[in-house]
């Protein structure tokens, strides 16, 4: 059975820092396109960033570009997004996606590209 696992998530004042994680298990890691994803309250789920099956591509939203960054440890089969510089505008719970798109250098941004997802884990940016 498939697992993604999100932690890391929390209360932070704006201008500060996160990492949040993500361990799959049930599926080999590297067969994964890995994004993340976030969701506010009343808006749909909008895309923040992916890395490529073999880490050598990364993809991130405009809002997020220069602030955020996603890495991927395949021995420890865990996914990361560190995030820098918070602003209020990046409350949202936060989720971490498995695309098994076959493609090695790839990234995708839609949601619907996605196979598998976590429960998702909060992020509160405070003013």
């Given at each position: 059975q498939v697992q993604l696992v999100e932690s890391g998530g929390g209360l932070?004042?704006?201008g500060g820092s996160l990492r949040l994680s993500c361990v799959v298990t049930g599926r080999t890691f590297s067969s994964y396109v890995m994004g993340w994803f976030r969701q506010a309250p009343g808006k749909e789920r909008e895309f923040v960033?992916?890395?490529?099956?073999?880490?050598g591509n990364t993809d991130y939203a405009d809002s997020v570009k220069g602030r955020f960054t996603i890495s991927r440890d395949v021995?420890?089969?865990t996914v990361y997004l560190q995030m820098y510089?918070?602003?209020p505008q990046d409350t949202a719970v936060y989720y971490c996606a498995g695309d098994r798109l076959p493609y090695p250098g790839l990234v995708r941004r839609t949601t619907s590209a996605y196979d598998d997802w976590g429960q998702g884990t909060q992020v509160t940016v405070s003013s």
């Amino acid at each position: 059975q498939v697992q993604l696992v999100e932690s890391g998530g929390g209360l932070v004042q704006a201008g500060g820092s996160l990492r949040l994680s993500c361990v799959v298990t049930g599926r080999t890691f590297s067969s994964y396109v890995m994004g993340w994803f976030r969701q506010a309250p009343g808006k749909e789920r909008e895309f923040v960033g992916g890395i490529s099956r073999d880490g050598g591509n990364t993809d991130y939203a405009d809002s997020v570009k220069g602030r955020f960054t996603i890495s991927r440890d395949v021995s420890k089969k865990t996914v990361y997004l560190q995030m820098y510089r918070l602003t209020p505008q990046d409350t949202a719970v936060y989720y971490c996606a498995g695309d098994r798109l076959p493609y090695p250098g790839l990234v995708r941004r839609t949601t619907s590209a996605y196979d598998d997802w976590g429960q998702g884990t909060q992020v509160t940016v405070s003013s």
